[in-house]
């Protein structure tokens, strides 16, 4: 199997693709526009940052299996591999930690004035006056948006600083806000409303582009810090920029819209010019232990879809179908019975959508279960339990 990375991956990783029998093609070095020429007759591309466009996935015939190598999936385009029955997984909660420790360093940072403080020494300016009016963060509340893994993380890091929480997720209840010892919200409006610093840990879905949105930043008080860290998309970026403008919020960002695709270079951002925004290079993922372990479950995927053809972590799979029947056929274990079967539903027009077949001990018998959009006649029903050297039994059931 031929795998192609197109990102840093650490050199353990690779030796173990090519210990499973995988052929890597290693060219970290890459852009989406390289990628868009086509992989050849890579079967598996590893991805952390790159774009994987619908252009990239059209010219790449052998493509199979596409992996992010972190958690976020928004750089690859879902609906173009879909449409080619091209599968996609992630290595979610492996950069948890790194993330999180990010996360309390925007915080300690924008309190403490840490960039500027090293800014000025490195330029010989010494302003001590300047950077001794920190507030401190002990007894800060501490908003999160999102209490994932990350969230999680987060919260224990904080609570370990003396900050109390106040947390809203469409995930959690009360009963886990008690659980995790923090303040149960209702909705985003009542954190920000009570919080004196917001940490954003959603992932990017239609109904979160944006969530943080004017209104909601509006609410903040003022002086009070935002932190991203998840991704761009979910604050409206132009009110941010006109809240910091203004000088009423402070905000830590490893994430903006403006970030460039690059790996070095030089660029233009509008941030740039703002003394109370600090920002990062999108390193939350970026610690040898979390890209080790994002490494490791990047590769278990690889040889789980080479040695038994199952993708863990599968995220582009149908969660419903249109079938409304299901057929269970108990046959024998022998060549050729699942393709009559099938032929039997193929002449009435009826379309497998979903199709598993297990084998029971002595491989000598297996059940082979069918979900169908239309429900066979009697006729084929009959068909199919009259094959008495090959069929045991064949039921039908009428799914809800």
């Given at each position: ?8 991956l ?6 173990e ?25 890579a ?7 790159t ?15 596409i ?19 091209i ?6 909660g ?20 840490i ?7 490195r ?5 001590k006056?300047s950077?001794s009016?920190?507030?401190?963060i ?21 609570r ?11 995930s ?7 659980e995790l ?11 920000v409303?009570?919080c004196?610093?917001l940490?954003?840990h ?10 943080i949105?004017?209104?909601i ?12 860290t ?11 920029y006109?809240?910091l ?7 830590g ?7 460039p ?5 030089e660029?233009?951002?509008r941030f740039?010019?703002?003394d ?5 290079h ?14 490791d ?16 972590n ?14 269970v ?20 027009q009826?379309?497998?959508?979903e ?11 297996a ?6 959009d239309?429900k066979?006649s ?9 094959r ?11 799914l809800?």
């Amino acid at each position: 199997m031929n795998v192609f990375i197109a990102d840093k991956l650490p050199d353990k990783a690779i030796q173990e693709l090519q210990h499973i029998g995988c052929n890597v093609i290693f060219k970290p070095g890459l852009t989406s526009a390289d990628l868009d020429q086509g992989l050849g007759d890579a079967q598996v591309l590893i991805v952390r940052s790159t774009v994987v466009s619908k252009v990239c996935i059209n010219n790449s015939n052998a493509l199979s299996l596409i992996i992010r190598a972190g958690a976020g999936v928004n750089n690859i385009d879902m609906t173009a591999a879909s449409n080619l029955g091209i599968f996609v997984a992630n290595c979610p909660g492996k950069n948890a930690i790194a993330v999180a420790e990010l996360t309390m360093a925007l915080i300690l940072s924008l309190d403490r004035f840490i960039g500027d403080n090293v800014s000025d020494f490195r330029a010989g300016k010494w302003n001590k006056g300047s950077f001794s009016k920190a507030d401190g963060i002990f007894g800060k509340v501490l908003g999160i948006i999102g209490t994932g893994q990350i969230g999680q993380e987060v919260i224990s890091r904080a609570r370990a600083f003396g900050m109390p929480v106040i947390a809203w997720s469409r995930s959690l209840t009360q009963e886990k806000a008690d659980e995790l010892d923090i303040i149960y919200a209702n909705s985003i409006k009542e954190v920000v409303e009570k919080c004196d610093v917001l940490s954003i840990h959603l992932a990017l879905k239609p109904d979160t582009r944006g969530v943080i949105s004017r209104k909601i930043l509006s609410e903040l008080k003022n002086g009070a810090m935002l932190i991203n860290t998840s991704r761009a998309e979910v604050v409206d970026e132009d009110a941010l920029y006109d809240e910091l403008k203004s000088g009423r919020l402070r905000a830590g960002l490893d994430v903006f819209s403006e970030e460039p695709e690059f790996k070095t270079g030089e660029f233009k951002s509008r941030f740039q010019d703002l003394d109370n925004v600090y920002i990062t290079h999108h390193i939350g993922a970026s610690t040898a232990q979390a890209q080790m372990a994002v490494a490791d479950d990047a590769v278990d995927i690889v040889r789980g879809y080479l040695q038994q053809g199952y993708v863990r972590n599968w995220l582009n799979r149908c969660e419903k179908t249109d079938a409304s029947w299901q057929l269970v056929v108990r046959h024998y274990d022998k060549p050729g019975v699942i393709a009559n079967v099938m032929s039997e539903l193929k002449e009435a027009q009826i379309n497998a959508q979903e199709l598993t077949n297990v084998i029971f001990d002595g491989m000598k018998t297996a059940c082979c279960t069918i979900q169908l959009d239309m429900k066979p006649s009697e006729e084929i029903m009959e068909s199919i339990r009259t094959r008495q050297d090959e069929v045991i039994s064949a039921t039908l059931i009428a799914l809800k």
